[in-house]
C-alpha cells in the first residue's frame, strides 16, 4: 500500500498562496492522489483528486510529478478559514477505502 | 441534500455502559465508512460497508465494538461495554462506488462527527 509524507506544519500569511507538498514514493500507476482538509473540530472535507495530470478547481490546484513520486496542493490565495489539517492520501483499493496519515498543519496568518 | 448527518453529537457515558451512534448517509450514495480519531492515533478507519455488507471491518479494534447497516440509509456503530480509552470523536463517511474498480470519483462526505467521553 502506498504511504504518503507530509511535512507535520508549515504557515502561510493571508493572501499569499500556500504550496503543500506530499511524497507518495511508493504510489502504483492506478493509485489516485486525494487531498482532505479538516477544519477544527469538524469532519474532513473532500478539496481534490488526481492521477497523472495537474488538476484544478475552485478550492485548489493539484501539481503532479511527472513520475507521480510526489504531489503538491496548491491554495492559491490562502484566507484565515484555510487554517486546517491537510491530508495527502494514496486510494487503497477500489471500493474506497482511504488511509489517513498525520497531514499538515496550516495555520494562516494576517 | 442535508449531508451525513450523525447522531448524537456528544456523549457522555460511565464505563461499562453501552453506547449507540448513529449515521444517515448521503441519499443514493452506497458506501458508508466509521472512523475514529483520537490525538494519539490520529483518524482511523474501523470498519466500511458496501451497498450495506461489511467489506473491511479489519479496524474495529475489539469484540466490544460492533456495527450493523440494516439499510441503504442508517448505520449503527455500537461499544459494548464502554471503557475511557474509548473516548473519541466518531466520523461517519459516505460515497458512492460504481461497479468499475477504481472508479475516478471516491470523495468521502463526512459527517460533523460524534464526541464520546467515556468516564
Known amino acids: 500500500d502506498a504511504k504518503t509524507t507530509q511535512p507535520p506544519s508549515m504557515d502561510c500569511a493571508e493572501g499569499r498562496a500556500a504550496n503543500l507538498p506530499c511524497n507518495h514514493s511508493t504510489i502504483s500507476g492506478n493509485e489516485y492522489v486525494y487531498w482532505y482538509r479538516q477544519i477544527h473540530s469538524q469532519g474532513p472535507q473532500y478539496i481534490i483528486h488526481?492521477?497523472?495530470n495537474n488538476e484544478t478547481n475552485e478550492m485548489a490546484s493539484l501539481i503532479i510529478t511527472e513520475d507521480r513520486k510526489s504531489s503538491t496542493l496548491i491554495l492559491p490565495h490562502a484566507t484565515l478559514r484555510d487554517t486546517a489539517v491537510y491530508y495527502c492520501i494514496v486510494r487503497l483499493d477500489s471500493w474506497g477505502k482511504l488511509q489517513f496519515g498525520a497531514g499538515t498543519q496550516v495555520v494562516v496568518t494576517p | 441534500d442535508a449531508g451525513v448527518i450523525q447522531s448524537p453529537r456528544h456523549e457522555v457515558t460511565e464505563m461499562g455502559q453501552e453506547v449507540t451512534l448513529r449515521c444517515k448517509p448521503i441519499?443514493?450514495?452506497?458506501?458508508l465508512f466509521w472512523y475514529r480519531q483520537t490525538m494519539m492515533r490520529g483518524l482511523e478507519l474501523l470498519i466500511y460497508f458496501n451497498n450495506n455488507v461489511p467489506i473491511d471491518d479489519s479496524g474495529m479494534p475489539e469484540d466490544r465494538f460492533s456495527a450493523k447497516m440494516p439499510n441503504a440509509s442508517f448505520s449503527t456503530l455500537k461499544i459494548q461495554p464502554s471503557e475511557p480509552r474509548d473516548s473519541a470523536v466518531y466520523f461517519c463517511a459516505s460515497t458512492r462506488v460504481t461497479g468499475a474498480p477504481f472508479s475516478v470519483k471516491n470523495i468521502q462526505y463526512f459527517g460533523a462527527g460524534t464526541r464520546l467521553s467515556v468516564l
Open positions: 441519499s443514493g450514495h452506497n458506501s
Open positions: 488526481g492521477l497523472k
